[in-house]
T-cell receptor, first 115, second 114 residues
Framework: EAGVTQFPSHSVIEKGQTVTLRCDPI?????LYWYRRVMGKEIKFLLH????????ESGMPNNRFLAERTGGTYSTLKVQPAELEDSGVYFC?????????????FGPGTRLLVL | AQSVTQLGSHVSVSEGALVLLRCNYS??????LFWYVQYPNQGLQLLLK??????LVKGINGFEAEFKKSETSFHLTKPSAHMSDAAEYFC????????????FGTGTQLKVEL
């Protein structure tokens, strides 16, 4: 079974440019999460999709970030325009809905550097 | 609100020695607790999780953790470190009814020396 995949693995962009990150969850997983780790700090929750619906987007930093999950399969996270403080590692995770806390399976992350 | 504190951003042990990584949590309701590991250039991998069943949880690769409500702790241990255990370890918490989002600690980098 394929795991969570993320593309690209690395991205270096100039301040003010746009970047789109993609996450392909494990097949059949309804839940999809985005997290971010800024250098030296903890991994922080950004948002949670259940199928194509945003369940919780309380962690999104500001309106420069737009996440979508059309059709309830893969998800994209677009940053427009990118700022220096957006640099970090963006993780995607997916899980199946279960009665007790389900296990979230993480992708390898996208390392974003904004210059 | 929930939070996690991992004491020690870097821990170094000798091969064969006990591994102890500390995690304390704060949660207003009974928590679910997790330990994840990240090897270089890989994603986070679940080591073990506590979901209100047994307080001593056994995970993969010989790791285990004990939930102690009185101490609000969930420390990770392994009796004998192996070189392959060198990685970054993250403790995380979530709450029932909280949408299952994880709140992470800042991580502990484990170094294993010969």
């Amino acid at each position: 079974e394929a795991g969570v995949t993320q593309f690209p693995s690395h991205s270096v962009i100039e301040k003010g440019q746009t970047v789109t990150l993609r996450c392909d969850p494990i097949s059949g997983h309804d839940n999809l999460y985005w997290y971010r780790r800024v250098m030296g700090k903890e991994i922080k929750f950004l948002l949670h999709f259940v199928k194509e619906s945003k369940q919780d987007e309380s962690g999104m930093p500001n309106n420069r970030f737009l996440a979508e999950r059309t059709g309830g399969t893969y998800s994209t996270l677009k940053v427009q325009p990118a700022e220096l403080e957006d640099s970090g590692v963006y993780f995607c995770a997916s899980s199946q809905t279960q009665g007790v806390q389900e296990t979230q399976y993480f992708g390898p992350g996208t390392r974003l550097l904004v210059l | 609100a929930q939070s996690v504190t991992q004491l020690g951003s870097h821990v170094s042990v000798s091969e064969g020695a006990l591994v102890l990584l500390r995690c304390n949590y704060s949660s207003s309701v009974p928590p679910y607790l997790f330990w994840y590991v990240q090897y270089p250039n890989q994603g986070l991998q679940l080591l073990l999780k506590y979901t209100s069943a047994a307080t001593l949880v056994k995970g993969i690769n010989g790791f285990e953790a004990e939930f102690k409500k009185s101490e609000t702790s969930f420390h990770l241990t392994k009796p004998s470190a192996h070189m392959s255990d060198a990685a970054e370890y993250f403790c995380a918490v979530s709450q029932a009814g909280g949408g299952n989002k994880l709140t992470f600690g800042t991580g502990t980098q484990l170094k294993v020396e010969l």
